[in-house]
């Protein structure tokens, strides 16, 4: 069974930055889809930003540049690196995990972290 747990959000002002960690307990975390998404108070939940086993990354294109997504398969950890912090950025942020295997897909979240952005 896999869980995740979220830590390193917080209260920054405006133009500062955060750096968020996802912490993976389980088996063959190098082979999972990770990913960071948010949900504001009255929105729907979005994605921020994906990595796959290999490196690949990809972004919302709200992000425009800001924010860094890696991971540190020997740590089972997956960071998003959050900088130039807005108010709009302010949102319950979310680890994901997802794994196919012979077309079922395995999917994971964790309790979330608040990121809190005052201008």
């Known amino acids: 069974q896999v869980q995740l747990v979220e830590s390193g959000g917080g209260l920054v002002q405006s133009g500062g930055s955060l750096r968020l960690a996802c912490g993976f307990s389980g088996s063959a975390f190098s082979m999972y889809d990770m990913g960071w998404y948010r949900q504001a108070p009255g929105k729907q939940r979005e994605m921020v930003a994906t990595i796959m086993p290999g490196g690949t990354t990809n972004y919302a294109d709200f992000v425009e540049g800001r924010f860094t997504i890696s991971r540190d398969n020997a740590d089972k950890t997956v960071y998003l690196q959050l900088n130039s912090l807005q108010p709009e950025d302010t949102a319950v942020y979310y680890c994901?995990?997802?794994?196919?295997?012979?077309?079922?897909?395995?999917?994971?979240w964790g309790q979330g972290t608040q990121v809190t952005v005052s201008s």
């Open positions: 994901s995990a997802k794994f196919s295997d012979l077309g079922k897909v395995y999917g994971y």
